[in-house]
């Protein structure tokens, strides 16, 4: 019922089914529109030199890869990690997610300087 399946993204740097499986009737609607981008510099003052840094896009749909990011850095913590949680998420959950992060984890909501963020780490 679709004339096409916008996919912000670039298969030559990851596929699409790299994270979300895709079936063969679908595969000749997929467009891919590149990465979306406001247009600002990657550069510039926005903190995260080394940081790990855990983005999930904006919706729901994503809390599992935040819970893994928070498992995983309970064994990481030589390093800061900072995990962006998009709009979609709703308040009970991102709180959630804040408490039980581990002291050296920055549990935020997206911030408007992440690809400078994304360009330190």
């Given at each position: 019922r679709y004339d096409g399946l916008l996919v912000?993204?670039?298969s030559r740097i990851v596929p699409l089914e790299a994270s979300w499986?895709?079936?063969?009737?679908?595969?000749?609607?997929?467009?891919?529109t590149g990465y979306v981008s406001d247009g600002r510099s990657a550069h510039g003052p926005g903190g995260g030199d080394g940081d790990i840094l855990v983005s999930?896009?904006?919706s729901a749909a994503s809390l599992p890869l935040?819970?893994?990011a928070l498992?995983?850095?309970r064994s990481l913590d030589h390093r800061r990690w900072r995990v962006l949680v998009g709009s979609g998420v709703g308040e009970d959950e991102f709180r959630a997610l804040q408490r039980e992060a581990p002291g050296h984890v920055a549990v935020e909501r997206g911030r408007s300087?992440?690809?400078a963020?994304?360009?330190?780490?």
């Open positions: 912000h993204g670039d499986p895709l079936e063969a009737a679908l595969r000749p609607l997929v467009v891919e999930g896009g904006g935040y819970r893994e498992e995983a850095a300087d992440f690809p963020l994304l360009a330190a780490c």
